[in-house]
């Protein structure tokens, strides 16, 4: 399942995009983000994934630093700790 | 064996009752203030229609914005996943979901058995939910159930540039002083609606066949307008208010010969 968090502004597209069918719920990625935006949960279909945290879902642009702006220049972010691609950014 | 699904939306919620797959009846009420209570009234008139008490359900599976305070839920499970499941049993062609309901608006893709591949959610502003609808045709003083079928009378759309429910409300206070027909900014309106729910349709891609649920599939001019810009006209469901807690039955009934099966082989 591909799930978008975010929204829509009169400032552009603030996605994240999380492919839970490629992700292991390793959880390295919650643990590399500087924002404390992602969780591990349990989904609909049983399976424990990676997910953006309820009170972070409206205000994602905010909160998430985004990755070309922000996290690409860290050495280690959401993205690179994955060995299986799962995480996408729309900014 | 008997089941139900029960749906708790920000503005209504639903209860269906199946037996073997096959519904056995439903109810729509309109949320009060106390969620649990709602569920409770839904059920009741549920179980009512079909002549059957509370203690016959073996498994209830609760969904919507206020899935986890049902009390009587043995599992509650998101919205999403039950809309897919809803849609696929209704339509199993579906492989796009847009579910316009009171307080949010979401574009779901689902597969050939009604797994969710694919979603994105509107819940932080009032645009193409059913609110807005109710919000305009307060602004216009005609009732909700007609707005559609005036809407359809224009002969052009008033402009109304914002999907923004407070800013939408100001333009069409205007646009009523200019003394434009209510018609032409219905147009608008859901001209404007449509408009935000399409950006949300492509990003998760449109697929046929496409099926649109929630309580503003009842909103005919909406449903033209959408089918516009998608270029392809949806399907609709007798009672598109139902679909998740349909889905949400269908869950109930695969939970409960799980756990059927647990039991037996416990106790072999």
Known sequence: MIVNYGYTDGSGDYYIVIDTDKCDGCGKCVDACPQNVLELAEDDYGDIVVRVRDEVKSKVGYVCLGFNPGCSKNEVNCRSVCEHDVISHTW | ?268
């Open chain 2, 1 to 268: 064996m008997i089941v139900a699904g029960v749906d708790i939306g920000s503005l209504s919620g639903e209860t269906v009752l199946m037996r073997d797959g096959e519904i056995l009846s439903y109810s729509i009420v309109r949320t009060g203030a106390d969620s649990a209570k709602t569920a409770e009234k839904a059920t009741d008139e549920a179980l009512d229609n079909a002549s059957i008490s509370f203690g016959d359900i073996e498994y209830t599976v609760a969904t919507g914005y206020g899935r986890v305070i049902v009390p009587f839920a043995d599992k509650n499970i998101t919205e999403i996943s039950c809309h897919a499941r809803g849609a696929n049993y209704l339509f199993p062609t579906v492989r796009t979901i847009l579910d316009m309901g009171g307080q949010d608006c979401k574009a779901i893709k689902c597969n050939d058995v009604g797994k969710v591949t694919n979603f994105a959610m509107n819940d932080k502003c009032a645009a193409g939910t059913g609110r807005f609808c109710d919000v305009m045709a307060e602004v216009l003083d005609e009732p909700l159930e007609d707005i559609g079928r005036i809407s359809l009378e224009a002969e052009r759309d008033a402009m109304v540039s914002s999907a923004c429910a407070v800013f939408a409300k100001s333009e069409v206070v205007s646009l009523l002083r200019k003394g434009t027909p209510k018609s032409e900014i219905l147009s608008g309106v859901h001209e404007a609606i449509a408009t935000r729910v399409f950006a949300l349709l492509q990003r998760v891609g449109i697929e046929a066949d496409f099926v649109i649920t929630g309580g503003i599939a009842k909103n005919i001019g909406v449903v033209r307008k959408v089918a516009e810009k998608v270029g392809m006209n949806p399907l609709i469901s007798d009672e598109p208010q139902i679909v998740g807690a349909i889905g949400a039955a269908l869950f109930a009934e695969e939970l409960c010969k799980k756990a059927k099966h647990k039991d037996r082989s416990k106790s072999q």
